[in-house]
């Protein structure tokens, strides 16, 4: 019997023994965190010059790869759109400076270098419908790859800041001029089309034609439509016509003023190559877009 005792009490200890390293080995639970959606960023609406200040949350939104902001604006900022210029109208030697932001994954489907600059143009022509001089209104464009959108769309992506008026020099603006004209922007189409796909050469063509538009007062852009002389006289007239027309509104949208641009045609009548060939063809269905003196 003494042994059947001491055997029992080897074996319960034993199992018990190895139930506690089991247990001991056994791993916790794992709790399963949930990933966090980080907040949409937002840039406030404001800007100040000493005294003067202005600062709302809302702003100009834009959505993801879109150098259009959403409309109508808020009442907040048409109130300060107003204040600004009662400001800059009093205080000619001041400038607002828009620098829009992008970040390096969106499509640039915009006529500027880069989608940034495409949004301050864009924000600048609503400032100028209301009234603000282009002359008091300079315009960047700044990678900011930390911006959060919220389904789909960026909240206020473009700062504004108020500084000095440099002097714009009248030789500078003619060195611009002298540019812009020895080597204009051409935009070449296919047969029977009107559309535009912009390479980045053509893309800061066309930011140097905004911002001399911008600075010189009483200038004018000239945007002017040729084709080639395959069929009637007077379709290519008319074809030539939509595509200036066309090369216009393109440069509207993306903020150049329509009533700085004049649209004209010149349909045949001034080949740039001989139309004996499909190259040569292929080199007159073109637009022009340089400035008037």
Do not use: W
């Amino acid at each position: 019997m003494l042994i059947t005792i001491l055997g029992g009490t080897y074996f319960f200890i034993m199992c018990c023994n190895s139930c506690r390293v089991s247990a001991s080995a056994a791993p916790l639970t794992e709790q399963v965190t949930a990933p966090v959606t980080p907040e949409a960023t937002l840039y406030p609406f404001a800007f100040s010059d000493g005294a003067y200040a202005y600062n709302e949350n809302e702003n100009y939104n834009f959505n993801v790869s879109s150098s259009s902001f959403s409309t109508p604006v808020s009442q907040k900022v048409t109130e300060g759109i107003a204040s600004l210029k009662t400001f800059l109208v009093e205080n000619e030697n001041k400038v607002i400076t828009l620098n829009g932001y992008f970040k390096g994954d969106e499509t640039n489907g915009s006529a500027f270098p880069n989608l940034g600059l495409a949004r301050a143009n864009t924000v600048k022509n609503h400032l100028v419908e209301n009234g603000i001089s282009s002359t008091q209104i300079n315009t960047m464009g700044e990678l900011m790859d930390g911006m959060v959108s919220k389904e789909g769309m960026f909240f206020g992506p473009i700062s504004f800041g108020i500084g000095d008026k440099s002097a714009t020099s009248e030789e500078e603006m003619s060195a611009l001029y002298a540019k812009i004209t020895a080597d204009p922007l051409v935009l070449y189409f296919e047969t029977n089309q009107a559309a535009i796909n912009l390479s980045a050469e053509q893309r800061q063509k066309v930011a140097d034609i905004s911002k001399y538009l911008d600075k010189v007062t009483g200038a004018s852009g000239s945007v002017v439509g040729h084709s080639d002389n395959v069929g009637p006289r007077a379709d290519n007239i008319k074809l030539a016509q939509d595509r200036a027309d066309f090369a216009k509104a393109y440069l509207a949208k993306n903020g150049i003023v329509a009533s700085k641009i004049n649209a004209s045609s010149k349909g045949p009548d001034l080949p740039a190559e001989s139309n004996a060939t499909e190259a040569g063809r292929s080199k007159n269905r073109r637009t022009v877009v340089t400035l008037n003196k």
